[in-house]
């Protein structure tokens, strides 16, 4: 997360400095051509600055490029008074102080994608401060070419027309709105979907839904996907067929939750899940987006929903273990449905000369009692695992590259495997390479496993191969007391004092390959491979039943 502030203040930095910059040198000295170019590199880091902060406020920038330009502008005509350059100063003047505001109302609109809707007003709002930008950038360029003012002022025209029509919908909707609610409302209520995914997380969390939209489309009922951040509509929307639904604010929350639906289910704690949860005419099922033994993972919010759907008997040991008293009944066993695709291999993984090896780091946590990230030390590992002619398939968490120094270390690693599989031809995977195949594609391309505490080291279980755990707090003895699943696998100390013993028996002799499958039914639930995932859809869809039988009370 640090790495994402350090981009904010960087974009802001430059956006907010080539803007004083540029109007300090159109209006103080006689550099016109050099103002102007400062102004459109300005227009170029405020749209950067709008890509990193989509609500950053820009209107001071905006206001000095203006100035900035128009200035240039008469300089460049110097006809006197040019009644087209006033107007342009004009209209420019109400666009850069309208266009956030007309920004912010658009953003409290419902939206959705995957529905036969077409509300274009939200849409156009949205995309009035790059709209702005690029008629700024229009307005210099005439300006450095010298062309009459009147085709400025046309331009302006033209995206203030645009800027009016969206201000007076936005009205409309606001003092006069729609009996029923609006299209979005009424097309949901045609859809008539029976339940909902709820999703509520950080830029770059989508990978949360995606892993469950399967298995929710397979449920056989229809349903939508909610989610309270602008950026997940469009790749949600790519994964799935449903309805995918924007709603800002708990008004739209309002109209959305049309009254068909009977069960939400969550894939995280985020903390505005309990925005949802006040609608009492829902069962609220708790799905997590992975089962491990990190801290995170019994988290005493779990205890607000009504189902927690979990993979085995040892994730309610783990809430037990953490001192988090929910109700027993609270729990259902319905396995991990997305291992289903996973290869098993019955006999244990030994000798292997040329073996395959998966390493999934972790992050860094947003607390540092759940920071579990190896790849501090993981150049060591690296090495002594090409030292024995593994080939290496490296798969970081997604959230790697927002902190820095996380970023650089795995830059190092996958420079290490580049200059390898130069050297070698091995065929190491890492990089864009290895984000292009899926968990499970990884999974059944390798021999073993070396992870940090995360959920990856769960659903590898399931393959019946040998995996390793880091011990990056140094805890000895006491590691797999809290983290159970390392029981099972081989623990790497921090220090990597124990690596070489490590994989020999990760690689050679694999002692504990029987211990394996008891922690198997223990952290996967005990069905059947050919049916799998029917542990999951059969308890969702008893949950549908349920609901559908209660009578639906009003809104909470």
Known sequence: MRGDLVRKVVARCLSTGLAVLAFVVLALTGSTGWGLALAVAALVAAAAEQRIRPAADLVAENALIAA???????????????????ATALVLLGLVLLVGPLRTAG????????????????????????????????????????????????????????????????ARRRFRPTAGGGQVARALRRHEPEFLLYFSAPPGSEYQVTMWLPYLERIGRPFLVLVREPEFVAPIAAATDAPVVYCP???????????????????????????CIRFTQLTHVQLHHGDSDKAPSANPVSGIFDRIFVAGPAAIDRYARAGVQIPAEKFVVVGRPQVESIEVRQEPTRGLAHPTVL??????????????????????????LLGRGATVILRA???????????????????????????????HVFGAAARELSLTECVNRSDALVSDVS??????????????????????????????????????????????????????????????????????????????????????????????????????
């Open 68 to 86: 900035a330009v128009l200035i240039g502008y008469s300089r460049r005509l110097d006809d006197g008074f040019d009644p087209a350059l006033a």
């Open 107 to 170: 953003n409290l609109e419902l939206r959705a994608a995957n529905l036969p809707v077409r509300a274009w007003t939200p849409l156009i709002a949205d995309r009035l401060g790059v709209t702005l930008l690029g008629l700024l950038a229009v307005v210099a360029i005439a300006a450095a070419s010298t062309l009459p003012a009147v085709v400025a002022l046309a331009a302006s025209l033209l995206v203030a027309a645009a800027a009016g029509a969206v201000a007076l919908d936005l």
């Open 249 to 275: 604010t708990l008004r739209a929350m309002d109209e959305a939750l049309v009254p068909s639906l009977r069960v939400a289910f969550y894939v995280n704690h985020g903390a505005k899940n309990s925005h």
């Open 359 to 384: 390493y999934t780091p972790t992050w860094t946590g947003h607390h540092a009692d759940a920071d579990y990230c190896s790849l501090p030390v993981a150049e060591e590992l690296l090495r002594r």
């Open 397 to 427: 968490h997604p959230y790697t590259t927002q902190n820095p120094a996380s970023a650089r270390q795995l830059g190092r690693l996958t420079e290490l495997l580049a200059v390898d599989r130069a050297r070698t031809g091995r065929q």
């Open 455 to 556: 959920g990856v080291i769960s659903d590898y279980l399931y393959s019946g191969k040998p995996y390793a755990v880091t011990d990056m707090g140094d805890e000895g003895d006491r590691f797999t007391e809290r983290f159970p699943l390392a029981g099972s696998g081989y623990v790497l100390r921090r220090d990597m004092s124990n690596v070489d013993a490590v994989l020999t028996a990760l690689l050679d002799t694999d002692p504990l390959a029987d211990a394996r499958w008891v922690t198997r039914r223990r952290y996967l639930g005990d069905f059947p491979a050919e049916s799998y995932a029917e542990g999951f859809l059969t308890a969702a869809r008893r949950e549908l039943t349920s609901a559908r039988e209660l009578p639906a009370p009003a809104a909470a």
